[in-house]
């Protein structure tokens, strides 16, 4: 099964041509957002409704309120499904590449949790333009090829993930992509873990 090897420039700018798109910026614009305004609530009748009548003190549907209540859920947490042990953290990446068969695609959300899984068990590191390094511990972008080759998405959540982070680095205000993040001087473990939690909640509370 022939699948692309994309350095972490190659992902950072697959991801950040897919942030600059018209059709991604209307995906994330309001994302704070996770459901309209309601609507000021009625003044109470001075008579009491009867019990039959309840949904007339709603202000809103209450399918909508449902609706409204569902997408503001965050993403399920990942089914767990171990990693390799510390051997397969140093093994190459193809190895693992049977582990995709009969998986289903999965959202970016998700994707980002198994990465951040990754860099937990098996390492961060930030050596420039690696991967990984030979002990097996990855970058973040590295992470979220490996968490692809594991079966954990497509290409296409890998690169719709990518973009998610970047969204949530201007957030922060880091004007520049993923990579140079991960190797800038004095960044840690702890900063690659704290940026996936956020990237990870803020892709939740828009649904994806």
Not at 21 to 31: E, P, S
Not at 115 to 130: D, F, H, S, V
Not at 187 to 192: K, L, N, S
Request: charged content about 20%.
């Amino acid at each position: 099964m022939a699948t692309a090897v994309l350095t972490p420039d190659q992902l950072d700018g697959q991801a950040a041509r897919l942030h600059d798109t018209r059709a991604w910026q209307q995906i994330v614009t309001g994302w704070e957002h996770s459901a309209p305004e309601p609507a000021p609530a009625p003044v109470p009748a001075p008579v009491p409704a009867r019990l039959s009548d309840w949904r007339s003190l709603l202000s809103v549907p209450v399918d909508r309120l449902i609706d409204d209540t569902v997408r503001s859920l965050p993403a399920p947490p990942p089914h767990q499904r171990p990693l390799p042990g510390r051997l397969g953290a140093v093994l190459p990446d193809r190895v693992h590449l049977w582990r995709r068969v009969g998986q289903s695609d999965l959202r970016p959300s998700t994707h980002l949790g198994y990465a951040r899984q990754i860099l937990a068990e098996w390492g961060w590191q930030n050596t420039p333009y690696r991967l990984r390094n030979a002990r097996g511990a990855r970058c973040v972008c590295g992470a979220m090829i490996s968490a692809h080759r594991l079966g954990y998405g497509s290409l296409d959540t890998v690169d719709r993930a990518g973009a998610w982070l970047i969204t949530e680095l201007r957030a922060q205000g880091w004007p520049g992509l993923i990579g140079p993040w991960n190797r800038h001087p004095g960044r840690t473990a702890a900063d690659a873990l704290a940026l996936l939690d956020a990237t990870i909640r803020r892709a939740s509370l828009a649904g994806q």
